[in-house]
């Protein structure tokens, strides 16, 4: 059953317990209020017709101590002539509940016997006793009250009123009210159907963007229509699927990252294994000379290294993710003579000078994989600009910076376009494949550069323009040392 129609019958439920219990409280409430103006009203008839029998009394018998019963007929007659067109009825009792005067025919048997003893019994002293009867479908109201005749003789005086028509109203008003409410139920139903699917619908167009994002369309989003609690709702899909979308696309990414790296493993593997595999065949299939023997040897062992060496890469970064840095306090003007000591020697025979200007500070590291951060970064500068006709400088500064401190690789190589630099960490990646191959890379330096970094809770940031060279910013968070170099 579809959540519009479990609503409207709910509302149509609670509508229906809501209108029965309150109509007919309601109508109860009215015929209560009626029913006590009846027995206000048959207690004041009562009332009349008791004065007016002593009245009567008094003027037709004289004798308060000895009169008999006829007497009382009598009284009761006279009575009822003067009552003609009152239309009350009234009978009168002794204190055994034997009739004296009845003015209408009724059957007196021993039920009715019992009946009049009650009424006696409760009318006793001043209070006026009330009975419903019911007959046939007719109702009456009979009151009794006692009326003291000289010092030994009680009378009881009923009178009875006719209710029947107070209990036909209400039963005509229970059916209306049944009829009304049965109208009204189903004018409601089809109304509350309307206007529950009127407020379901921004959940309906949630359930199609659901279905749509689950079809593959990232780009879908639900409008937004109000301010209540469906609109947060729409605003918290949106954001899920802002999410969704983001990690739709890092996976994308990731995922094609991932054949990139295995497309370029197995390029890299595959050029020099055809290569070492056609020497080697050379070697073992035909005859040839010392020095084309020696050719072959030292092309196969100068690609079994560029693979020893690009296996060495792949193991250091893979260990880079999974192993503990153990960091210590170390100053940066030593990281940095340290590495003037290594690269000077290389850089002068390419001619190429390596100018430095490190602020000392003392800054928590792992000082082996932060000098191959830095010499990396700086090797890459200095093939950058082999062939280059433009002054052969490296720049390698040092500055504290607002929350820890940055090392910036500047070259005036031949630089990168932008569209290039979100990509150059990638293992594998290679702007400019021919030149990389030619110089023995693999592309897979700034890959672990970029690892080391982010093990050490920095960032590595790359600023580039072709023709014109590459800025690298490499940023360390401030932390607390333990023992200093």
Known sequence: MKFSWKISISMLVISMLVMGLGGYALLDALFSSSWQRETRNAAEENRMLSYSFVAYWNTTVQEWQNFTDKEIQKTAEA???????????????????????????????????????????????????????????????????????????????????????????RTEQYRIYRRWMLVVLLLELPVCYLMTAWLLKPLRRLSRAARRIASGDMEVRARVESEDEVGRLTRDFNRMADHLEQQFTELQDTARRQEDFIGSFAHELKTPLTSMIGYADMLRSREMTEEER??????????????????????????????????????????????????????????????????DRQVELEPDLMKTV??????NGRKAMEGSGREKRLTLLGRPEQGGYAFYVCDKGKGMPEAELSRITEAFYMVDKSRARRQGGAGLGLSICAEIVKRHGGRLDFQSEEGKGTLVRVWLPEQAGEEEA
Not at 79 to 84: C, D, F, K, L, N
Not at 107 to 119: A, G, H, R, T
Not at 374 to 379: A, E, K, V
């Open 79 to 169: 009575m009822s002539q003067g009552m003609t067109d009152s239309g009350l009825t009234f009978c009168i009792y002794d204190g055994d509940g034997q009739p004296l005067y009845m003015e209408k025919q009724i059957s007196y048997d021993q039920e009715k016997e019992k009946d009049i003893q009650k009424l006696i019994k409760a009318a006793s002293g001043e209070t006026r006793a009330r009975e419903l009867r019911e007959e046939n479908g007719t109702y009456e109201l009979a009151t009794m009250s006692s009326i003291q005749l000289g010092e030994k003789r009680t009378l009881y005086l009923e009178s009875d009123r006719d209710v029947t028509a107070l209990f036909n109203d």
């Open 294 to 359: 020696m050719d072959a040897a030292n092309y196969i062992f100068k690609e079994g290294k560029r693979l020893e060496a690009l296996s060495f890469k792949l193991l250091d970064l893979m260990v880079l993710r999974h192993q503990e840095l153990v960091k210590r306090r170390v100053s940066t003007e030593w990281l940095a003579e340290e590495i003037r000591g290594i690269l000077e020697p290389a850089l002068e025979k390419q001619e190429i000078r390596l100018w430095m200007s490190v602020e």
């Open 374 to 379: 830095l010499m990396n970064l700086l090797d």
